[in-house]
């Protein structure tokens, strides 16, 4: 059994975090299940501690439901611009599972050393993670699927290597052959990289709420008007390069403060 590691109570001043007009002293800010339900959730980390305690740290509300592996306690909540979900399944061994929504190739790491910081606790309190540090493929919560063969490939690590050589990852460098990759790669993912990109670049747009992504980022990319098909190699080479810089742009967005939806227009 995992030993678990004690979490201090909550900071004196800190308000319960599904306060609506909080002061801010607590580093996070709850949403419910309900309103949470559409979330698409990608595993993170287990944690050796008690969701209990967790939950009176943060001053969170526990919430309880079941799905396919049996009844769960959750509570979801925002940090540092990233939706975390802290969960523990009946029957499971003790621990806390931590779950992420946001998309992007924000590192994991990263988004669970910022958990830890509001928790009080270190790096020894992580006894599986997805980027493979203190990982016991043993003991894969069940809620995450048994029999996965390895840890799961940094996203951000396989971004940094696309966009410098994006013709090294398709046949022939073009703007449709880029877009097709990504497609694929998000599917792969469970919308893990895109999830959003669609609604940023209309937002930005100020319309075509009901384009497909590509088609908005050819109206940046090409604020006169889209040439005529064919292109030449060196527009294919443009729209490759502005693709990229759009989502470069939309990851930086993300790894910034935490903003609300834009409004449909």
Do not use: C
């Amino acid at each position: 059994m995992t030993e678990m590691i004690e979490v201090p109570d909550a900071e004196g001043d800190w308000e319960p975090a599904a306060e609506p007009r909080a002061s801010g002293r607590n580093p996070v800010r709850q949403a419910s299940m309900f309103q949470s339900a559409t979330w698409p959730l990608s595993s993170l980390a287990l944690l050796s501690v008690d969701l209990e305690a967790v939950a009176r740290r943060l001053k969170l509300s526990l919430e309880s439901s079941w799905d396919g592996h049996g009844r769960v306690r959750a509570a979801f909540f925002v940090l540092d611009g990233t939706d975390f979900v802290v969960t523990h399944h009946e029957g499971d061994a003790p621990g806390t599972h931590v779950w992420t929504r946001k998309g992007g190739p924000v590192d994991p790491a990263a988004r669970t050393a910022s958990l830890l910081a509001a928790l009080g606790v270190g790096p020894e309190t992580v006894s599986y993670s997805v980027w493979g540090v203190g990982t016991d493929l043993r003991h894969v919560p069940a809620a995450w699927g048994r029999g996965r063969g390895k840890p799961a490939r940094s996203h951000q690590d396989l971004w940094a290597h696309f966009r410098r050589r994006p013709e090294m990852f398709v046949d022939r460098l073009s703007f449709g052959t880029v877009v097709a990759f990504l497609n694929g790669y998000d599917i792969a993912s469970d919308r893990a990289v895109l999830d959003g990109f669609r609604e940023w670049l209309a937002a930005k747009l100020g319309y075509g709420w009901n384009l497909v992504y590509w088609a908005l980022a050819e109206n940046l990319i090409f604020p006169d008007g889209r040439p005529e098909k064919p292109w030449s190699p060196m527009t294919e080479q443009h729209a490759v390069a502005g693709l990229i810089s759009l989502i470069d742009e939309y990851f930086e967005n993300l790894a910034g403060a935490p903003e609300e939806p834009p409004e449909m227009v």
